[in-house]
């Protein structure tokens, strides 16, 4: 059983472009959430979901920021018009229906320049 | 709103010592606390989880501590490892359907030959 796999480990964007992030959670895992980590602080938490539905994000900006977690393939954490201070390590994390241990992935490096 | 701090933000210790690293929680309704290991640029590796109904969980040289009604956990490190170098970060999860893990800061563990 393959762990939170992350995709791609470094992303590099110029200001203004944007950023897609994927998350793909354990297998039978139905629950995901994002962390964003900017250097020096602690993980912050931005937005969970399960298939299909938001259920709290309440830790995202309330703009340029969006995540989806469709019935098929992988969640995605998009940001629209990257600007520098987004640069930071973004992290997913999955759980099974009724589970409440959490399991990380290996995290998405971006740099805005 | 749940508020969790570790103490100490750094620490630096000769090779065999014996730590304690302290996480504190302001809302003592939890339902799991979890403590995983971070090294510089990488994921999160789980450490130990223990639910709110137990006291302590043991893995190897590591023993996790829980007092919910004070809002403490301990994690010792017996014989301290320059392997053990990272930064270690407490979480916990509140009921309430989402589980949703709020972490500490972190404590980096520095541990020398």
């Known amino acids: 059983n393959a762990g939170v796999m992350q995709n791609p480990r470094h992303l590099v964007r110029r200001r203004g472009q944007e950023a897609r992030l994927r998350c793909s959670p354990m297998k039978g895992h139905s629950h995901v959430y994002w962390y964003r980590q900017l250097p020096e602080e602690g993980l912050k938490f931005m937005v969970y979901l399960q298939k299909e539905n938001i259920i709290d994000e309440s830790g995202m900006p309330k703009e340029r920021f969006s995540a989806e977690f469709p019935k098929e393939g992988p969640s995605i954490l998009r940001i629209q018009q990257v600007v520098r201070g987004d640069s930071a390590a973004y992290f997913c994390a999955s759980s099974p229906i009724g589970g409440t241990e959490a399991f990380f992935g290996q995290g998405t490096r971006l740099t805005v320049v | 709103k749940q508020e969790v701090t570790q103490i100490p933000a750094a620490l630096s210790v000769p090779e065999g010592e014996n730590l304690v690293l302290n996480c504190s929680f302001t809302d003592s309704a939890i339902y799991n606390l979890q403590w995983f290991r971070q090294d510089p640029g990488k994921g999160l590796t789980s450490l130990l989880l223990?639910?709110?109904?137990?006291r302590e969980q043991t893995s190897g040289r590591l023993n996790a501590s829980l007092d919910k009604s004070s809002g403490r956990s301990t994690l010792y490190i017996a014989a301290s490892q320059p392997g053990d170098s990272a930064t270690y970060l407490c979480?916990?999860?509140?009921?309430?359907?989402?589980?949703?893990?709020?972490f500490g800061r972190g404590t980096s563990l520095i541990v020398h030959p």
């Open positions: 979480a916990v999860s509140a009921p309430g359907g989402s589980y949703i893990p709020t």
């Open positions: 223990i639910q709110s109904s137990q």
